[in-house]
């Protein structure tokens, strides 16, 4: 079946822009999140829904950022006024529900955000 | 509270030889630990994981890592290194709920 998928791939915006970012989980996954991967940096946590609700919010960077799921499968985070540093590559895993598979986090190509 | 450690940012190999990346985890319950490997300009693709049944682990691309719950270790290892191998490598750790935890990655590079 097909695997996550993330649009844009690459997204270049000018500064103090919004942008949308959407993520398509696998089918049937319960579980998605969004990381950021800066340049030459690990993965930063960013937010992790359940279903429609998002019990875990802490690692969004700051009220600029805000992300959203409907109908417990497509979601959209959503960068406001964007600034430099926020030029990063965009990453949405899901998860299964499945007993012994939940604890896996499957990963989308990413969206490569460039902020003039 | 679980975090992984990846010690070297840079391991560099000839082609043919034997790659290991080393991981080293903390956590206060029995954890699930995963390899991933992320090549240029994609996502992460997972290579392999350990929950708790064998602990020695094969993965894709000819890729194994071994739970040593005394070394609180995850190392992974490959015999013979192929160019295309060339990659970053993350070592992940969850207690099995929603959070997990990266280390800062490992970048291998393949010398012909």
């Known amino acids: 079946g097909a695997g996550v998928s993330q649009s844009p791939s690459n997204k270049v915006t000018e500064k103090g822009k919004d942008v949308e970012l959407r993520c398509d989980p696998i089918?049937?996954?319960?579980?998605l999140y969004w990381y950021r991967q800066s340049l030459g940096q690990g993965l930063e946590f960013l937010i992790y829904?359940?279903?429609?609700?998002?019990?875990?919010k802490s690692g969004l960077p700051s009220d600029r950022f805000s992300a959203e799921r409907t109908g417990g499968s497509v979601s959209t985070l959503t960068i406001q006024r964007t600034q430099q540093e926020d030029s990063a590559v965009y990453l949405c895993?899901?998860?299964?529900?499945?007993?012994?598979?939940?604890?896996?986090?499957?990963f989308g190509p990413g969206t490569r955000l460039l902020v003039l | 509270a679980q975090s992984v450690t990846q010690l070297g940012s840079h391991v560099s190999v000839s082609e043919g030889a034997l790659v290991l990346l080393r991981c080293n985890y903390s956590?206060?319950?029995?954890?699930?630990l995963f390899w991933y490997v992320q090549y240029p300009n994609q996502g992460l693709q997972l290579l392999l994981k350990?929950?708790?049944?064998?602990?020695l682990v094969k993965g894709i691309n000819g890729f194994e890592a071994e739970f040593k719950k005394s070394e609180t270790s995850f190392h992974l290892t490959k015999p013979s290194a192929h160019m295309s191998d060339a990659a970053e490598y993350f070592c992940?750790?969850?207690?099995?709920?929603?959070?997990?935890?990266f280390g800062a990655g490992t970048r291998l590079t393949v010398k012909p």
């Open positions: 956590s206060s319950v029995p954890p699930y």
């Open positions: 089918s049937g996954h319960t579980a």
């Open positions: 829904f359940q279903g429609n609700s998002a019990p875990d």
């Open positions: 350990y929950t708790s049944a064998a602990t």
């Open positions: 992940a750790v969850t207690p099995g709920n929603n959070d997990m935890r």
């Open positions: 895993a899901s998860s299964p529900r499945l007993a012994g598979d939940r604890e896996t986090q499957y």
